[in-house]
């Protein structure tokens, strides 16, 4: 799941393939030094600054026709602390490799979302999230960070050291500056037990919140054109561990869920017909079963079949409304989804501008495979959500603006005068900041 780039025409993509930029020239910085100093020459150049990690984000948040900054090279654990139990980790640092990394030392995250392809600056700036009952984003793990201001400036922050950008830079959108170190907290490695099976529709919404209650992470696919969910609940476990077995493993997780998958998705975009009849194969393709794993390989899968989201984040006690609503819409449209609709949830959190910030928060998140026209499904969705004060994924597809947010965030004001005072020039900006956060 790496980003797309053509050396031969300097035109980067995203992960998505919906995003497509042409820089001015591309920075691939080995030292926080050299990325102040690439800061700086952009300035007196008179060029806007983004970093980008795998592009896996489905707005244009990272894109720029300036100096397109390329952390690869910053990337490893700088220090362990097994006193204050924290990690500090480069910012261009692959989730995947970070989780491996920790494993080893017999230590892991909290939570995590469920694919581990991002940056960790990535994945944390645009809000990236799993699903937890009490545990929540990858940003609200974060004990400290560091980060190259507009002026070339490399600022730390943390609760005790300038905590008004600590409040807000954990998710900052690349707004405010371009993090270059990250402190986790973490914990001893523990093992988790996940439980899937399938599940109607009808039930899954009947019973959410029993099933949010009981479990310490809890989530569900729901298929469109059935009446048929797939759930995972995932709980510590004492032991002992029991993975999934290898021949199983790659039957569930790569030939059905990638390969036949992949399939599916190009008979669907030929022939959009036969999408409900392949709707309800799939969601009975996948049968239950009960594993026991370290986190990363519970929390985590592998995603192969590219496609385009959409995620908004509505408030917990709204989540049955909105998914019926939704359900509803796609019946009577005639539209042909061939992506099951991903929903989970996160605790309130105290982070600016967190899809969770101050509220209990439930997540929906919609699909189309890559290359299949989705403007008509997201548009319909996105009214629904939107009428139940959804606040969108930073880093998904969305058509929110500031005067939106203003609203749906109540301190968004916050925000905004932080950014006015550490980048009044605007270095950081781009179309797509200039959108959600105004001039």
Same mark, same amino acid.
């Given at each position: 799941?790496?980003?797309? @780039?053509?050396?031969?025409?300097?035109?980067?993509?995203?992960?998505?393939?919906?995003?497509?930029?042409?820089?001015?020239?591309?920075?691939?910085?080995?030292?926080?030094?050299?990325?102040?100093?690439?800061?700086? =020459?952009?300035?007196?150049?008179?060029?806007?600054? =983004?970093?980008?990690?795998?592009?896996?984000?489905?707005?244009?948040?990272?894109?720029? $026709?300036?100096? *397109?900054?390329?952390?690869?090279?910053?990337?490893?654990? /700088?220090?362990? $602390?097994?006193?204050?139990?924290?990690?500090?980790?480069? %910012?261009?640092?692959?989730?995947?490799?970070?989780?491996?990394?920790?494993?080893?030392?017999?230590?892991?995250?909290?939570?995590?979302?469920? #694919?581990?392809?991002?940056?960790?600056?990535?994945?944390?700036?645009?809000?990236?999230?799993?699903?937890?009952?009490?545990?929540?984003?990858?940003?609200?793990?974060?004990?400290?960070?560091?980060?190259?201001? @507009?002026?070339?400036?490399?600022?730390?922050?943390?609760?005790?050291?300038?905590?008004?950008? &600590?409040?807000? %830079?954990?998710?900052?959108?690349?707004?405010?500056?371009?993090?270059?170190? #990250?402190?986790?907290?973490?914990?001893?490695?523990?093992?988790?037990?996940?439980?899937?099976?399938?599940?109607?529709?009808? /039930?899954?919404?009947?019973?959410?919140?029993?099933?949010?209650?009981?479990?310490?992470?809890?989530?569900?696919?729901?298929?469109?054109?059935?009446?048929?969910?797939?759930?995972?609940?995932?709980?510590?476990?004492?032991?002992?561990?029991? !993975?999934?077995?290898?021949? %199983?493993?790659? &039957?569930?997780?790569? &030939?059905?869920?990638?390969?036949?998958?992949?399939?599916?998705?190009?008979?669907?975009?030929?022939?959009?017909?036969? #999408?409900?009849?392949?709707?309800?194969?799939?969601? =009975?393709?996948?049968? @239950?079963?009960?594993?026991?794993?370290?986190? +990363? =390989?519970?929390?985590?899968?592998?995603? /192969?079949?590219?496609?385009?989201?959409?995620?908004? @984040?509505? !408030?917990?006690?709204? *989540?049955?409304?909105?998914?019926?609503?939704?359900?509803?819409?796609?019946?009577?449209?005639?539209?042909?989804?061939?992506?099951?609709?991903?929903?989970?949830?996160?605790?309130?959190?105290?982070?600016?501008?967190?899809?969770?910030?101050?509220?209990?928060?439930? +997540? #929906?998140?919609?699909?189309?495979?890559?290359?299949?026209?989705?403007?008509? +499904?997201?548009?319909?969705?996105?009214?629904?959500?939107?009428?139940?004060?959804?606040?969108?994924?930073?880093?998904?597809?969305?058509?929110?603006?500031?005067?939106?947010?203003?609203?749906? +965030? !109540?301190?968004?004001?916050? &925000?905004?005068?932080? /950014?006015?005072?550490?980048?009044?020039?605007?270095?950081?900006?781009?179309?797509?900041?200039?959108?959600?956060?105004?001039?």
């Amino acid at each position: 799941m790496s980003t797309t @780039a053509s050396a031969k025409n300097g035109t980067w993509r995203n992960w998505g393939g919906n995003v497509a930029a042409r820089p001015a020239r591309q920075v691939e910085p080995a030292s926080v030094d050299e990325l102040a100093a690439a800061v700086r =020459k952009a300035a007196e150049d008179g060029l806007k600054v =983004k970093a980008v990690g795998t592009g896996h984000s489905f707005t244009s948040i990272a894109a720029t $026709d300036g100096v *397109l900054i390329r952390p690869q090279l910053l990337t490893g654990i /700088r220090d362990i $602390d097994r006193d204050a139990m924290t990690v500090t980790v480069e %910012a261009g640092t692959p989730l995947k490799r970070l989780n491996a990394a920790l494993a080893r030392e017999g230590l892991s995250l909290t939570n995590m979302g469920d #694919i581990m392809e991002q940056t960790v600056s990535g994945a944390t700036s645009t809000g990236t999230h799993g699903t937890g009952r009490e545990s929540a984003s990858i940003a609200a793990q974060i004990k400290a960070l560091e980060l190259v201001t @507009a002026d070339g400036s490399v600022l730390s922050c943390s609760e005790k050291e300038n905590p008004e950008v &600590f409040a807000a %830079a954990r998710i900052g959108l690349g707004a405010l500056g371009i993090v270059t170190a #990250i402190t986790f907290a973490v914990e001893p490695l523990f093992l988790l037990t996940a439980r899937e099976e399938p599940m109607s529709f009808e /039930r899954a919404l009947a019973e959410f919140d029993q099933l949010w209650a009981e479990n310490e992470h809890f989530e569900f696919y729901w298929f469109p054109h059935t009446g048929n969910t797939n759930t995972k609940r995932n709980n510590r476990s004492a032991g002992p561990e029991q !993975p999934v077995g290898q021949l %199983a493993g790659w &039957f569930e997780d790569e &030939f059905l869920s990638n390969g036949v998958f992949q399939v599916a998705q190009w008979v669907g975009r030929a022939a959009p017909s036969t #999408i409900p009849g392949i709707a309800r194969i799939s969601s =009975k393709a996948l049968s @239950a079963r009960t594993y026991t794993d370290i986190p +990363y =390989k519970v929390f985590t899968s592998p995603r /192969r079949v590219r496609f385009v989201e959409m995620e908004y @984040a509505v !408030p917990r006690a709204a *989540l049955t409304e909105t998914l019926r609503e939704l359900k509803a819409m796609v019946d009577r449209s005639g539209l042909r989804i061939s992506f099951p609709v991903e929903v989970r949830t996160a605790p309130a959190d105290d982070i600016t501008l967190s899809t969770a910030s101050g509220r209990d928060s439930a +997540y #929906i998140a919609v699909h189309m495979f890559r290359g299949t026209p989705y403007q008509a +499904y997201f548009t319909a969705a996105e009214r629904i959500f939107t009428a139940h004060e959804g606040r969108p994924h930073w880093g998904k597809v969305h058509t929110r603006d500031a005067e939106y947010f203003a609203e749906a +965030y !109540p301190r968004f004001g916050e &925000f905004t005068a932080l /950014r006015d005072r550490l980048d009044p020039e605007r270095l950081f900006q781009n179309d797509y900041l200039r959108r959600v956060l105004g001039a």
